[in-house]
Nanobody
Framework: QVQLVESGGGLVQPGGSLTLTCVASGSILPINTIGWYRQAPGKQRELVAAITNAGTPKYADFVQGRFTISREDTAVKTVTLQMNSLKPEDTAVYYC????????????WGKGTLVTVSS
């Protein structure tokens, strides 16, 4: 069984920064991709960034160089999303997802962490 636990959300002013962390544990295949998705009120869930076990990243167009995804694989897999220059439209619940390839969305999700960008 796989468990994804997100942390790091909170309230930040526009232009500020936050670091989100996803810890993935359990029976995870060697080939895997861990991604960050977000869902704002009234909107569909969308990809923010993802990273493969080989360290290959993928970013949504709206990130525009503001976010950086990284991962460290030890006994667990820790994926970090460093978010800079945050905008009010980045306000959403951010979820962690486990998939196989960068093109995939897997069935396993974390419970999410709320990011609020407001003055």
């Amino acid at each position: 069984q796989v468990q994804l636990v997100e942390s790091g959300g909170g309230l930040v002013q526009p232009g500020g920064s936050l670091t989100l962390t996803c810890v993935a544990s359990g029976s995870i295949l060697p080939i895997n991709t861990i991604g960050w998705y977000r869902q704002a009120p009234g909107k569909q869930r969308e990809l923010v960034a993802a990273i493969t076990n080989a360290g290959t990243p993928k970013y949504a167009d709206f990130v525009q160089g503001r976010f950086t995804i990284s991962r460290e694989d030890t006994a667990v897999k820790t994926v970090t999303l460093q978010m800079n220059s945050l905008k009010p439209e980045d306000t959403a619940v951010y979820y962690c997802n486990l998939a196989k390839f960068l093109r995939d969305v897997g069935p396993t999700w974390g419970k999410g962490t709320l990011v609020t960008v407001s003055s």
